[in-house]
């Protein structure tokens, strides 16, 4: 099976360093199943790197359920 070229417009690939002024990281966990219990990370930082092929390699990822058809196809 041949894979789709698919062109996204304004895609970039750079490394993008994750600004800690601007970045919320955060959760929420049920807790008993009667409350939930909020919390979030301090100090976040790193950083994203995006490829030349965005989609280039994927290859076949199962789903786990024989009835529903693989997203990912390639």
Do not use: C, Q
Not at 33 to 52: D, L, N, P, Q
Not at 55 to 69: A, D, F, I, K, Q
């Amino acid at each position: 099976m041949e894979a789709e070229v698919v062109e996204i417009p304004g895609y970039v690939a750079a490394t993008w360093a994750i600004d800690p002024a601007h970045s919320y990281v955060g959760f929420v966990v049920r807790h008993l199943m009667i409350a939930k219990v909020r919390g979030h990370f301090t100090g976040v930082e790193g950083a994203i790197t995006t490829a030349a092929e965005p989609l280039g390699g994927m290859g076949t990822h199962p789903v786990g359920n024989p009835r529903r058809p693989s997203l990912f196809t390639g």
